[in-house]
């Protein structure tokens, strides 16, 4: 059994953590934590969870959760707010798996550029593994710290990952048009994502400023030794969950749209959470839960690939859990079927 | 004032054509058919023109047609039925815009390999005028039969006709990523219109076989000598109405950013239902309107273009109405501001 | 032609309003306030309005309304901000059309009792033509100032006037469960109208606390010499605009469900607005439209009136180009069909 | 280790039916039946099961679910079908949970005149509990066939249940205003639930017919000596799951609000999946999980209660599960949390 904690626990990915650590036979989460002085408890913030996980919501402090015996903290904070307590943290001994990119990207001056702020542990970047098991299951397993990654890489990286690493694709010809739910942007009542706006509309936004772009580019810099470049568009589709990424690449010379179905059905054969289908995949069929489901498909010169997540799930917090079963050696799966 | 009539009155588009020329002051709908026999009034099958549009639905009869003076028909007839009906329609002098996908492309051969069907009046198809009047306004004016663009094609041909018209980008590596609305499927009931499949979902469909890719390509090899080559993919989007092309394409040697912005603006300088806006537009800014709105963005060495129109509207009976606005000689934006 | 202003400009109802006037032969919108200090033009308020709607807002001046010849105000404004600066305008012989619910109600310790607040101007409570067209015609037509009606009052009062004159359903045991789109908590983002909230789900709210039910017991009382006793509940669906109201009635001993009907039909027989339907209406098939449809069913005891309207249009800004037409003498239906 | 077979294995209850039963450590489904000759597996019907549960569908055969020592059957035939298929099962000592209408009613007459069609099994009517848990446990617990409630009658019976025992509230006087998600109404794709007409509308469906009314009455008459009255109207709001009940209820002379509140809370204080809450439920907070939230009201001398579910699982498969655990002796909340 592990004790664990939950560091901005008033989100959406705190909020679908804890129905999937809830589910977890090795778990107990022992402390949720909030900046919000007048919160009250876990479930007065998410009504689902009524009688069911009624903990009281505390601010952080270090001692209470050495206190408690927790050794493993989800961190849900913000970017550099999350830097700034896990140092202190893994200095005690507690693994910590971080939902911000704080530590996702290869160097800290290319976080410094994108999310324009100096980084407050900057000599850690770079070092963390990046907490896609399909991909890094090896660092993952020896690891005190995970990067979680951002919700639009899982979906390019794991069909794109393995194409790049056996050289079927171009790395430097990638577009990236992905579609997701509201609730990727947080739960911050905003203009954009207000319902009256947002509900039957799509739009593109962040173009050529979206901060997943350099992390994509970056965890494929790590499968070949040209530097990537991908052309990545966000979406906000009318619904509050789901991911669907449309990835379009140019085969290398000779290599066929069946050998790169074939990489990636070899690649994934033993992966419980990576589904090759047949049929462009919609969001639906993966909302809820941790799998990934990626089609490929024909289309003029480039292979139209199509991959479809929970962004809350496989993008957030799912992967989260799957990580915390590597860290601390339970069955990778448990909780997430 | 013209007498017009709507061939295939059941339909989302018919409804829209309705709702439209029940506003022009110089269109009087005296006829609309359908081919089923328990029919009632056009109110019945649309209950939101209850008390505005209670005209008896008839079976399609040439006689009727030629007997109620009418001098336009809207036909929104599926694709071989409308060209059948459309050759003694033209024999007769009634003028005719057509929704379907029968004249729209260059030439039969391409028609029956992507409809994979006879067409039934061969020898015109590649004679009829594409009815997007801000490429092709002055072959309109003087037609008596136009191929309605299909919903698709209008929000990628718009952005992309001048770029290519004046060599701004390449013709050969257009990618054109779409999402659009329920309504671009029609009113048929099908599993995957179904709604408790629809919402809260988003997929791709028809890759790399939708019968759009050949009209885009077709469209734009008017502008061009090379052999346009697109690369399209549709999504369903979880809502009603509305499409979004997200266009990728790659401008010649020394295109800037800025010179292509410059090119649709001026392009489109006088064009009041093209706006070039600097945010990528939502669908839901024009909903229920006749307007195109597009953006042009910086990413990479790619140049991200967004457009978003009212499928139903712009990429049909807004579109059709504007066509029969110049054939008739009526100011063209009547009834659709 | 009538020189007309809009308050509070960057809501809603102001945007439908605008839509609404800009096909007004006889309106032209000369000014358009904020109380934001940074607002540019209306569309940048409104993006769907670019091009076509691009006036400068401005702060509220008196002397600038009286200077721009302004004859009617629409007052968006919030309850008592709307009051304070109507008393000034009626002094100008500015004529005002008040979206606010300062002059709703019958007297103003109702009104200070429900919005606990004062009121401005209380002597004026009470004297001002509530403006339902349809049940209050002739003291609209005479006014300089009109209250326009709540959204949810209008869905209840229209198929339930007419009952409770004829004294054909008891007026003290009704009840009316409404379902309203989001747009109806106007545009201000926050917590329960996001749409990671809001989607997929339904709740009731402010039950027993909504203001609008003392202005519907209110207003039916004007139609009978016993108080009104009406239990109404909102809820808050998931869709961007539409009030369907279903309202349970007691019909009056030997009053059956066919009298019923019949008084609706015949009170309403020449009214463009109001459409009585045999199939319980849904709010899609008035959407976007003036029109409100009721439906009148049999069920045990209770007669069941379902009453669909778009709450923005005839539930707000329909209403008030309706009563403006009324005010200035311009056909009724101007800009409405 | 129970075997336990699915009967019409391709709708909604019987996925969501599986996603549980997958959950089960005591349950294991060896077969799935369908009508369809040509379906292949439960994966195909249902993708977001691919890969978790591949099994091949089969042709209804009583032999093949003897032959595989089945011994729980859930069926989620249509009414008639199922009770024709129930007899012989019961007669080889396989127990029944039924999803169907079949066995719900006191009688078989009523049956009859509501479902308009002959009952294929008559003389059991009546004598098979209700699968309500929280009202009629002992009755489960022993029993070989349970009628799983409708999904309406579950949102209306929970709340109304212990009030009409304890005699709080008038039963000849309550209204049931229901509203449900599409998935309500089936998977087959009927032009009302086609997503381009649901989306962006609320309508009320079945006013005074629907057939989940005598149901209520007839499960409310199990509590009282009276003749309940319920004026049942069911609305299909635009979602896909969950159904909100607002209960308008007379309280007997001197009963307080306060007393209602404290009757439920009482009744319901050991129930794991009935939830007292403060504020008026949405059905959000209840979805993809067994919980009934219930608020209760004060307004004018009505009380109202609100009641949320999730339609698929405490309106169908989830309460399917609480039954089969109670049937089997398994405890009750086995799978369900």
Known sequence: MSKVAILGATGYTARELALLLLKHPNAEIVCATTRDENAGTFSDSHPALRGRFDLKLTQYSLERLVDSAVEVVFSCLPHTASAQVIRPLLEQGIKVIDFSADYRLNDSQTFEQWYDVSHPDPERVGTVPYG???????????????????????????????????????????????KTGVSGGGRTPKPGFHFAECNESIRAYGVGTHRHAPEINQLLERFTHRTPNVTFTAHLAPMERGILSTLYCRPQPNVSHGQI?????????????????????????????????IAVSHSTEWVVLTCAIDNLIKGASGAAVQNFNLMCGYEETTALL
């Open 132 to 178: 896609l098991p399909e991909l890094f299951r090896q660092d993952i397993s020896h690891a005190n710290l995970i990067a979680n990654p951002g919700c639009f890489p899982t979906s390019a990286l794991l069909p794109l990952g393995p194409l790049v690493k056996q050289d079927l694709i171009s790395a430097t010809d990638l577009i990236v048009d992905s």
């Open 261 to 293: 179905r074939d990489c990636l059905e070899e690649y994934y054969r033993d992966e419980t959470f990576i589904r090759l289908v047949d049929t462009p995949p919609s969001t639906r069929q993966v909302s809820h839960t941790n799998f990934c489901d």
